[in-house]
């Protein structure tokens, strides 16, 4: 197996603690890359003022690489880019996107770019753009979600006989024995996303981070697949959407239930029935709020184990 | 790691060919057992005496343990069970349905039970009606599925995390690095059905073997939830789906559609348009048809290669 993954973020371990609009500030970045792994602030939730703000903490909060994560579906998209080259950001992720809008002119400032992709066709994409890694997210992933609907499991190792450039799994991932069945399954490395909703330094309402630890198999659920798809934990404002759905609503009807902030309302301020929660299925293996130093040093020790279980295979 | 499925079954290798209707009769089945892993019937698409025929063949063409697959969704469940016990089949995979039914009545005759879940729910209700193992199948399984759309990489840790019986993972595996991943997560032992679709053994219609040769990522889907939720290849049929789905359809209407014998049609005489064509997401891995004995060649070779590398990490 590779260093593809240290080598190119200049890190210790071969993991991304994933960009997370409400979630994931300065204090979860600076935490995460202190830890050893990448860590990313969430530019989606983010004014762009409120980024560069969040970029100086980090900076300040950490002498190790960080980056900022960019969903190109929300707006100010222009003047998020300028302060990421204004601050001297050197790592992006693009997500939720084409990986051609931005990649060349990221990569003409000699920032390192990654894009998230949920298919085989993206991933293909993201390579032909220039990218330096790709994420490739299943469908068990929490938030923002592919239309493919394919997992983890079956998406990593197709990505993998199609590119050649690193490969980052992400979806499903919390632990070391699932960061060590994406790097079986072909990965050089791992993104992991709710396993730090439910840490100490992210800004998730602690409402919402005890709703992670208490979330069981089956609890979370693809929807609203007709906007963009989203993954969540199913709560009154779910139930909603379930009756809508049987009405056959048009996309406007849609738009129009989720209204403008419930992502924040329900991640950020906490009201659990009415808010969008989105996190992934692997949310039933959470069992603990922790800090972020912790979670990782777990993570490692738990790889070693399972690696430690294979040799005696 | 256990030898717990090799012991449980009596087989050399911890890999059981899924019984599925319309693919796996006596020639799949025991080319398998040859194989040195777990044959598995099909019952679902054979009226009761075409199984009792099966079990005779295939009890002629192998002197090692094989099973039958029983989804007890279809008609004609009491006769199938009697001519399990006729014809002294010692292993049952019983699927589709609540495992209380039946899993005393086989245990009584002296019989392996073996229940097929998606949940971790149905997990634990198979374990307390006292089934010996458990099938935890992920929603990028082919065919039949669960409601939860829990995926293999988070369902097996999940559902190890509450049995002790041995757990067998199925849905997206079709080689060696996704038997080792399933392992690493959890699994006892793997069910592999779609690669064995694709093998010069499985009574599927040749037409059908190349459309999973043929299938890329994204090709298949899970729908007609509101039946039986089922994976299928897109075809005309999936349009003629989709088409209804935009009038608001009645179950009674679904139903109508989908009619009889659709999977037969697909899967059995070759229709590739009009037929049910069920396959999992793993079809964008497979690119061959193959004998079986080199289908687990290969697997078990893959299987020690991934060893190997997580070695060297």
């Known amino acids: 197996m590779s260093q593809r993954i240290e080598d190119l973020f200049k890190i210790k ?24 792994i990448l860590g990313l ?23 190790e690489p960080f980056g900022v994560n960019v969903p190109m579906l ?25 990986p051609k809008t931005w990649t060349t002119w990221l990569k003409d400032k000699g920032i390192t770019v990654v894009h998230v992709v949920s298919s085989v066709k993206f991933a293909l994409k993201a390579q032909e753009a220039g990218v330096d890694a790709i994420v490739a997210e299943g469908f068990e992933a929490g938030g923002h979600n592919g239309r493919d609907e394919t997992t983890t499991f079956t998406l990593i190792p197709m990505v993998k006989e199609h ?7 992400a979806g499903g991932i919390a632990n070391g024995k699932g960061m060590l069945a994406a790097m079986v399954l072909g990965a050089d490395g791992v993104q992991i996303g709710s396993r ?20 069981k198999e089956g609890d979370t659920i693809l929807t609203l697949k007709e906007l963009a798809p989203v ?17 056959g609503p ?3 009807e849609l738009k129009n239930l989720l209204g403008r902030a419930r992502a924040k309302r329900g991640m950020f301020e906490g009201d659990l029935e009415d808010g969008e929660l989105e996190i992934g299925q692997v949310a039933g293996l959470i069992h603990d709020i922790q800090p972020v ?9 738990e790889f070693e184990e399972a690696k430690q279980a294979i040799r005696k295979l």
Chains 1, 2 share one sequence.
């Open 163 to 169: 590119i050649d450039i690193p490969l980052i799994a």
């Open 196 to 215: 730090f909703v439910a840490s100490e330094e992210s800004s998730s309402h602690i409402a919402f981070k005890q709703k992670v630890v208490d979330a």
């Open 74 to 98: 929300y707006p100010n998209i222009e003047d998020i880019m300028s302060i990421i080259v204004e601050e001297d950001v050197r790592i992006v992720f693009t997500s939720a996107g084409n």
């Open 13 to 36: 371990y071969p993991i991304v603690q994933a960009g997370m609009i409400w979630n994931s500030g300065w204090r979860l970045a600076s935490a995460s890359s202190n830890a050893g």
């Open 231 to 247: 993954r969540l934990i199913k709560n009154n404002f779910y139930d909603e959407i379930v009756e809508l759905y049987k009405k």
């Open 293 to 301: 130093s912790q979670i990782v040093d777990n993570i490692l020790r």
């Open 41 to 63: 602030l969430g530019a989606g939730s983010m004014y762009p003022e409120v980024l560069r703000e969040h970029i100086r903490k980090c900076k300040k909060a950490t002498s």
């Open 250 to 252: 048009t996309v406007e």
